[in-house]
């Protein structure tokens, strides 16, 4: 899954910068190893309950209320449901907003997330091979005008699913495993229907083009949710305001500033296995520096009491946090690497890639950024991180935790012929941490022999510039996080060959393109259940020996914080965000 919003990924990804970062002095001479379970970081959402049933009760838990959301990063420019996938556009519709097939439930004694029914009656019914799936849509459900919602409803939604042009950074599982996802075009670029989503009363069936043991993980994505027909569901206006289905509704909304959410008195708590409606209201409040947000939560006074928020907070507040609000402060994982993405069709040498890995300046952007070390910034090796099924650690290059080796670099690009190889990457001038990262890079690059060369650009304008296939960039910095544990939601998604013309990047920021990796993907897909784990961390080594496409930089924590009165916020770790769905005022 992607990162926060694109410009809070531009902060994440660019030059490491988590979207929980900010200025003041590293912790990482501090030993934070126990702070984060780091070994299970990937395996998330395994837990099932096929049978949970609403409603949701929770002990104590009072009515009434405004949570204030504070954050630094932008919100999203769409919420559509059929376009969100990014980690907290993604967090706030399905944990307040609308219903999918599934959905996530908190676990408090296993700090997991536990997958469960939502709009569908139970996870689904799968045929013998896994190409077909039968949901069963739940009578009761509403939307907020009170209309009911219906199964073609939801097949609607499905469809919209597979329209790439019209949602070019939504997910594109249905384009590649639902029947005839790879000429369908969607209800608004192609017209007409898909032929693999059907309904017969309240059930819907879905017909794969090859085994999808992973369904009931993709149905807890917004995409795979109602979405009503007609003008109302055009692209262009539902983005601004889709209709709810949970408990909350839109009450106004400006794209990169405020979203404002209200109770939706058409949800009924009974037909909702994982929701609840205790706050009167949700404000969410973007552009607020992180000093600022730290500062307010440390002091715990007035509103500052009723805030919480989705970033981490700084590596200079992180040990105040620890000390004078540990009860309100938030760890946990998140299933995510960042990675630096050096462009395949421009740096085809290995050597020059691995010269790369060698120079990138882990520890002097981590200081430049306020990532904290061992907490959200943990060392990486493999692709994929800790914990997903069948994974085991390597380290085909004997690269050190966050290590810098400026002459190792060097001596590769003399060896191969590259010394003075021009590296152009994205420096958004109006952002002060990234002119820090940026200086950090030019410094090493330059004792590693490369000519560093920044390529100019705004905030407003990085996601475009960082999407232009035809950038003279060649090298972007990334980051992803796991839909699912499996190697499933990794390398058909960021590594697998796309026709860059009529794509663009989409997930896939290297640009790496090997049919030998792309025929091993799809037969791994093919393999028995039992066997894909191992062959899928297989995949991860011999990609990163053989091909070195991308270099792990480090794997995703949390470290949020939340005033007094804000109760239920733990860290759904799937996405890395707060858990929505369990929040409540003290009064």
């Not at 929701?275 to 947000?293: H, S």
Request: glycine share 10%; charged share 20%; aromatic share 10%.
């Amino acid at each position: 899954m992607r990162l926060k919003t694109p410009i809070a990924a531009s902060l994440a990804a660019g030059l490491m910068a988590l979207a929980a970062c900010g200025g003041g002095s590293s912790d990482s001479g501090n030993d934070n190893s126990k702070d984060i379970d780091t070994s299970n970081l990937g395996n998330t959402g395994k837990g099932q309950d096929p049978t949970r049933e609403g409603p949701v009760k929770i002990d104590g838990a009072t009515k009434g209320g405004t949570v204030t959301q504070l954050s630094q990063i932008l919100l999203t420019t769409t919420l559509d449901p059929s376009e969100s996938y990014y980690t907290d556009s993604t967090a706030i519709l399905s944990g307040l907003v609308t219903r999918s097939l599934t959905q996530y439930v908190h676990d408090e004694k296993t700090g997991q997330m536990i997958l469960v029914p939502d709009i569908a009656t139970d996870l689904g019914t799968a045929n013998d091979d896994f190409t077909e799936w039968k949901y069963t849509i739940r009578d009761g459900v509403k939307w907020e005008n009170g209309d009911p919602v219906t199964a073609e409803d939801v097949a609607f939604g499905i469809e919209r699913s597979f329209d790439r042009k019209a949602f070019p950074t939504g997910a594109p599982y249905s384009n590649q495993y639902f029947l005839n996802g790879d000429t369908y075009k969607g209800p608004y670029t192609g017209g007409g229907k898909s032929g693999a989503v059907t309904v017969d009363g309240n059930t819907i069936t879905i017909k794969m083009s090859q085994p999808f043991p992973d369904m009931p993980y993709w149905g807890a994505f917004p995409a795979m949710g109602p979405i009503p027909k007609g003008s109302i569901s055009d692209p262009a206006k539902y983005r601004q305001h889709p209709l709810a289905t949970g408990p909350y509704m839109f009450k106004s909304y400006t794209p990169a500033k405020q979203l404002t959410l209200v109770k939706n008195p058409n949800w009924d708590p009974a037909t909702d296995p994982g929701r609840t409606q205790y706050p009167d209201e949700y404000d969410f409040k973007t552009q607020v520096p992180l000093e600022k947000i730290d500062q307010i939560l440390l002091a715990d006074s007035g509103d500052g009491q009723t805030t919480m928020m989705a970033e981490d907070v700084l590596a200079a507040d992180y040990r105040k946090f620890k000390s004078d609000a540990s009860d309100r402060l938030v760890l946990g994982g998140q299933p995510c690497t960042y990675y630096g993405a050096p462009d395949y069709r421009k740096i085809t040498d290995k050597a020059v890639r691995e010269a790369l890995m060698w120079a990138y300046p882990y520890k002097a952007a981590m200081l430049a950024t306020g990532l904290i070390e061992g907490v959200n910034a943990i060392p990486a090796t493999n692709i994929m991180p800790p914990g997903l099924p069948g994974r085991t650690e390597y380290n085909v290059y004997n690269h050190g935790d966050f290590q810098t080796d400026t002459a190792k670099a060097k001596q590769l690009l003399q060896d191969s012929g590259n010394l003075g190889f021009e590296i152009k990457f994205l420096w958004r001038t109006d952002n002060p941490l990234n002119t820090k990262s940026k200086d950090a890079l030019v410094k090493s690059l330059t004792e590693a022999g490369f000519k560093a060369t920044p390529v100019a650009t705004t905030e407003a304008q990085y996601t475009a510039a960082r999407d232009d296939i035809n950038s003279p960039v060649n090298f972007r910095n990334a980051g992803w996080c796991s839909d699912w544990p499996s190697g499933a939601s990794w390398f058909p998604v960021i590594l697998k060959s796309s026709d860059m013309k009529t794509e663009g990047f989409g997930q896939n920021y290297s640009a790496f393109s090997e049919p030998s990796v792309d025929a091993k993907i799809k037969e791994i897909q093919t393999l028995p259940l039992k066997d894909q784990p191992a062959a899928w961390n297989d995949l991860d080594k011999m990609i990163m020996e053989k091909y070195l496409p991308i270099f792990p930089q480090y794997y995703g924590g949390v470290a949020q914080a939340h005033g007094s009165r804000i109760h239920g916020h733990f860290d759904d770790n799937v996405l890395g965000m707060p858990t929505y769905k369990s929040i409540w005022i003290s009064q």
